[in-house]
């Protein structure tokens, strides 16, 4: 499995952005996929996950302003960030967890939030 992420970029508090994660590769069963994100001398911590059959978990700092959403048939998911402020500033990287396999982890997105 292999995933491909897209876009991070500028954005200013208050804004919206979306985060794209697209998986491709074998024909393997994805239990779960989601994101996690890490701010400049912070933990990386949870963001959000979705489960093969649509279950979602957020994490505290994001819930609420955070929507994840699965197209099943591309395997991508989206991840809806809105009312964004600056502590959202951080470089996003998306998993996928495969069924009785290691997570797989994508290249991280930057998104700033600054005016």
């Known amino acids: 499995v292999q995933l491909q992420a897209s876009g991070g970029g500028l954005v200013q508090p208050g804004g919206s952005l979306r985060l794209d994660c697209a998986a491709s590769g074998s024909n393997v069963r994805i239990v779960n996929m989601g994101w996690f994100r890490q701010a400049p001398g912070k933990q990386r911590e949870q963001v959000a996950t979705i489960s093969e059959r649509g279950a979602t978990y957020y994490g505290d700092s994001v819930r609420g302003r955070v929507t994840i959403s699965k197209e099943y048939e591309k395997n991508t998911v989206h991840l809806q960030l809105y009312n964004l402020v600056p502590e959202d500033t951080a470089v996003y990287s998306c998993?996928?967890?495969?069924?009785?396999?290691?997570?797989?982890w994508g290249q991280g997105t930057l998104v700033t939030v600054s005016s």
């Open positions: 998993h996928a967890d495969p069924y009785r396999k290691h997570r797989v």
